[in-house]
């Protein structure tokens, strides 16, 4: 259900932009550092558009790749825990630290 929450979100946001976009046909001159240009704005709207996506996406690729690497060094902690633990018979309990 929130995946289709989603896509109809990102679909009704991508209709703004280009109606947005469409709306706004005029040429515009854009300066940069070493010069400028000059372009319709329906281009830099969309440009825009898609670096940001480009961006959000990039950040959420690193901040997964992060969290997934965080889980497989929880999952063996967990196994070194379990293992630690139906070793120790003779009741002493076992205390386990994290290095953070």
Same mark, same amino acid.
């Given at each position: 259900?929130?995946?289709?929450? $989603?896509?109809?979100?990102?679909?009704? =946001?991508?209709?703004?932009?280009?109606?947005?976009?469409?709306? $706004?046909?005029?040429?515009?001159?854009?300066?940069?550092?070493?010069? !400028?240009?000059?372009?319709?704005?329906?281009?830099?709207?969309?440009?825009?558009?898609?670096? %940001?996506?480009?961006?959000?996406?990039?950040? @959420?690729?690193?901040?997964?790749?992060? =969290?997934?690497?965080?889980?497989?060094?929880?999952?063996? !902690?967990?196994?070194?825990?379990?293992?630690?633990?139906? %070793? $120790?018979?003779? @009741?002493?309990?076992?205390?386990? !630290?994290? !290095? @953070?």
């Amino acid at each position: 259900m929130k995946g289709q929450i $989603n896509v109809i979100l990102a679909l009704v =946001l991508a209709l703004i932009v280009a109606l947005l976009a469409v709306a $706004n046909v005029e040429q515009v001159t854009i300066h940069y550092l070493v010069g !400028e240009t000059r372009l319709p704005l329906i281009i830099v709207i969309l440009g825009s558009a898609v670096l %940001g996506g480009l961006v959000v996406g990039m950040l @959420g690729w690193v901040r997964l790749f992060s =969290l997934r690497r965080q889980v497989k060094l929880l999952e063996r !902690e967990r196994e070194e825990w379990t293992k630690n633990k139906a %070793g $120790n018979t003779d @009741g002493e309990s076992v205390s386990l !630290e994290r !290095e @953070g």
